[in-house]
């Protein structure tokens, strides 16, 4: 409505209250066309406003860092500012719901990770659900990984299977908390590979870690970030790692699956979502912003270097299908192993 219609508006004998209609009547018509035509509405996005980047861990973990190398790429990339904001709580279901509530504009994303299909089986209530977000891109993944103390006698995954069958129920191993990607991996492998073992965990990596070293906790399955340092001291050693291939910071370690454990696979990973309803073309802007930003030196030097693995980007429908992938397999060790938060 231009200045003429609301001069002629406000001359004319209607009352007030029918001028106030006309005019949340004539707002509502336009923002029912731009909603029509999302492509309108978006083509300038971001326009250089803000976007807030929820990381739903608090500062200074490993999503957090990996959720600040990418706003600062992104922000070169889309010319805006992003800025990194901490929901932590409750294995991430806090700042994930908090994103499902915002509106689906661009402006408001998630640096996810495999809490958020893990969750689904952990949870019997979750404040969200999964069709609230829409998966834009995966981002890096890493790989849990077995490791013993040296003095730990067995030396090799064989050995280290051996061992525990010859003493069903006596030896332990640790994780970094209930429904962690270290406790579920490890419950797959109790799994596959018969393995009676005692669960005890801990609130962070860090503890579990002090324990094996001391030897009052027998193995660990753990994010390979963050046994990295132990291991090329030779404070640890490293038995197997859970993914498909062998990782570059652990060239000599065999995989579970070279080992005998046949389609094995625990690994840990991060992405970028959005709330569900996000127009297409911002998606798309989204996806082939962060494509950009994942191959950036700046980020690529930081990654790999910890051993994470930055895949090749196709679509925005990849991270969606690994997604719902991860909700499959996990649910059925969660159900198998009883392994549930609440």
């Known amino acids: 409505m231009n200045a003429v219609q609301d001069m002629r508006l406000a001359a ?134 077995l490791v013993t103390a040296p003095t730990f006698p067995a030396k090799t995954y064989a050995e280290f299977v051996e061992r525990v069958r010859k003493e069903p129920g006596k030896l332990s191993y640790a994780s970094s908390g209930n429904g962690t990607s270290g406790h579920l991996g490890m419950e797959m492998l109790k799994m596959r590979a018969q393995l009676d073992m005692m669960h005890v965990p801990y609130n962070g990596g860090s503890a579990a870690i002090n324990d094996v070293l001391a030897g009052r906790v027998d193995t660990l399955f753990v994010n390979q970030d963050t046994v990295l340092p132990h291991v090329r001291a030779g404070k640890l050693r490293a038995l197997a790692i859970g993914s498909a291939e062998r990782n570059p910071v652990f060239p000599d370690t065999p995989t579970l699956a070279e080992s005998g454990v046949t389609g094995f696979s625990s690994e ?52 969606a299908e690994l ?14 192993s009883g392994a549930r938060i609440d």
């Open 268 to 319: 840990y990973w991060f992405g970028l979502s959005a709330p569900a309803g996000l127009p297409d073309d911002v998606s798309q802007k989204l996806f082939e912003a962060t494509r950009t930003a994942m191959q950036s030196p700046q980020i690529r030097e930081k990654l790999t270097a910890v051993g994470l693995v930055i895949p090749t980007l196709t679509d925005n429908k990849q991270y």
């Open 323 to 336: 997604v719902n992938g991860e909700v499959a397999k996990w649910g059925e060790v969660v159900r198998a």
């Open 12 to 145: 004319s004998p209607f009352s007030a209250s029918r001028r106030g209609f006309l005019t949340i009547a004539a707002a509502a018509l336009c923002a029912g066309a731009l909603w029509a035509n999302p492509a309108a509405a978006a083509a300038d996005y971001p326009a250089g406003k803000p976007i807030n980047l929820v990381v739903p861990f608090p500062a200074g973990g490993g999503t957090d860092f990996i959720g600040r190398l990418l706003a600062a790429e992104l922000g070169k990339i889309l010319q805006t500012t992003v800025v990194v904001e901490n929901k932590g709580g409750a294995n991430s279901n806090i700042g994930t719901a908090y994103v499902t509530q915002a509106k689906p504009d661009g402006y408001t994303l998630l640096l996810s990770g495999v809490g958020m299909a893990t969750n689904q089986a952990l949870y019997s209530r979750l404040p969200y659900r999964l069709d609230q977000l829409e998966q834009i891109a995966i981002l890096a993944y890493g790989v849990d990984v």
